[in-house]
């Protein structure tokens, strides 16, 4: 199985802050690489597929980049709305495997 | 738009089989452009993607869980069916079904729709 691994863990920032996180692959997956957004209590919401493909009605704000094993999700201005917990996810071979969360928390 | 709804007992005695079905609502299960996943979240960790299925009943699960997971799919009904058999307490978590897109012949899977999740507690 492709082991994901995201860093940080968790991350503190304030309104307006940019910020990155980075997800890593045990080995190479192209672009296949998806990011969830998680609130307490809710469902994972689809964020960005194929590495930087942005999902319908998710803001601009959000982006992502990379290939092969490293990838970052970026958030250009944090709104109190993005206070989640982000999940990288890969499909290039089945089964898809998540990375462990990076909790993003207000400063 | 397309919704998903899981239901099923959110109590299993530790040994038995946790049973779920999830309704897919406002499209069909049959569309060939996606397939059907469960995804497990144990309190207070992260995601583990259980396995799929597609409208025509061929199957994937993760090797982790094979030798215990079921995956079914009733088209007439609009809902596919997850059975995980001998529970443990390990097996307790939020269990959320999804719809995963079609990458067709490049691996391009994920999960766009998914439900709100029901609770599993394995106790006796």
């Known amino acids: 199985d492709i082991q994901m691994t995201q860093s940080p863990s968790s991350l503190s920032a304030s309104v307006g802050d940019r910020v990155t996180i980075t997800c890593r692959a045990s080995?190479?997956?192209?672009?296949?690489l998806n990011w969830y957004q998680q609130k307490p209590g809710k469902a994972p919401k689809l964020l960005i597929y194929?590495?930087?493909s942005l999902q319908s009605g998710v803001p601009s704000r959000f982006s992502g980049s990379g290939s092969g094993t490293d990838f970052t999700l970026t958030i250009s201005s944090l709104q109190p709305e993005d206070f989640a917990t982000y999940y990288c996810q890969q499909s290039y071979s089945t089964p898809g495997s998540f990375g462990q969360g990076t909790k993003l928390e207000i400063k | 738009q397309v919704q998903l709804q899981e239901s099923g007992p959110g109590l299993v005695k530790p040994s038995q089989t946790l049973s779920l079905t999830c309704t897919v609502s406002?499209?069909?299960?049959?569309?060939?452009?996606?397939?059907w996943s469960w995804i497990r979240q144990p309190p207070g960790k992260g995601l583990e993607w259980i396995g799929y299925?597609?409208?025509?009943?061929?199957?994937y699960y993760n090797p982790s869980l094979k030798s215990r997971v079921t995956i079914s799919v009733d088209t007439s009904k609009n809902q596919f069916s997850l059975k995980l058999s001998s529970v443990t307490a390990a097996d307790t978590a939020v269990y959320y079904c999804?719809?995963?897109?079609?990458?067709?012949?490049?691996?391009?899977?994920?999960?766009?729709?998914w439900g709100k999740g029901t609770t599993v507690t394995v106790s006796s």
């Open positions: 194929a590495a930087s």
């Open positions: 299925i597609y409208y025509s009943g061929s199957t």
């Open positions: 999804a719809r995963d897109h079609n990458g067709g012949s490049t691996p391009n899977y994920y999960m766009d729709v």
């Open positions: 080995q190479s997956i192209s672009s296949y």
């Open positions: 406002g499209g069909s299960i049959s569309s060939g452009d996606y397939y």
